[in-house]
T-cell receptor, first 118, second 111 residues
Framework: EPEVTQTPSHQVTQMGQEVILRCVPISNHLYFYWYRQILGQKVEFLVSFYNNEISEKSEIFDDQFSVERPDGSNFTLKIRSTKLEDSAMYFC????????????????FGPGTRLTVL | LAKTTQPISMDSYEGQEVNITCSHNNIATNDYITWYQQFPSQGPRFIIQGYKTKVTNEVASLFIPADRKSSTLSLPRVSLSDTAVYYCLVGDPAGTYKYIFGTGTRLKVLA
């Protein structure tokens, strides 16, 4: 069964450093997402991405964050200057939506990257 | 986006049927209702999605009344491995694609 993969599984960084979290969505999917989950809290939407551009973003997704699909398979989340409060699990998700057809769009989530900012 | 309200936690025993209700009073005409399951340190996993009436798959049923202001996820004969957090999401699958996860319902299945 196809799955979303994420690397690394755990990233430890110093405050102020840049980090890049990587995701490989399912190959025929068209929509990509990043979410985060601070320990013990709810899953929070960050950004959605379609056709090589951001479709939606939340208020959390400020100028310190950026996303990119550098090639046909990877989808990355970059945090330019990490803060202590960026420590969280970051989940990538993807889904396929048929154009012009209102059908369900199950999001497939990856296993997550645990980011620890010291 | 429709805001959802769910019970914070529920306990059940193995073999019982569990029903988790989600309220979404301001659901929009184009919104679908989707339920996800999340185990600790894992990403959410899709369980079921519906628009109205009843939807059933191999793991769960989803009951949606005519006014669509609430929905009930039904898990038949739960086992210990069903212990997880269950999220109800409401949104337009062909619209903004943005999903708001609430606090979810923490289900604990006891032996």
């Amino acid at each position: 069964e196809p799955e979303v993969t994420q690397t690394p599984s755990h990233q430890v960084t110093q405050m102020g450093q840049e980090v890049i979290l990587r995701c490989v969505p399912i190959s025929n999917h068209l929509y990509f997402y990043w979410y985060r989950q601070i320990l013990g809290q709810k899953v929070e939407f960050l950004v959605s991405f379609y056709n090589n551009e951001i479709s939606e973003k939340s208020e959390i997704f400020d100028d310190q964050f950026s996303v990119e699909r550098p090639d046909g398979s990877n989808f990355t989340l970059k945090i330019r200057s990490t803060k202590l409060e960026d420590s969280a699990m970051y989940f990538c998700a993807s889904c396929v939506i048929k154009e012009y057809v209102r059908s369900y769009n199950e999001q497939f989530f990856g296993p997550g990257t645990r980011l620890t900012v010291l | 986006l429709a805001k959802t309200t769910q019970p914070i936690s529920m306990d059940s025993y193995e073999g019982q049927e569990v029903n988790i209700t989600c309220s979404h009073n301001n659901i929009a005409t184009n919104d679908y209702i989707t339920w996800y399951q999340q185990f600790p340190s894992q990403g959410p996993r899709f369980i079921i999605q519906g628009y109205k009436t009843k939807v059933t798959n191999e793991v769960a049923s989803l009951f949606i009344p005519a006014d669509r202001k609430s929905s009930t996820l039904s898990l038949p004969r739960v086992s210990l491995s069903d212990t997880a957090v269950y999220y109800c999401l409401v949104g337009d699958p062909a619209g903004t694609y943005k999903y708001i996860f609430g606090t979810g319902t923490r289900l604990k299945v006891l032996a």
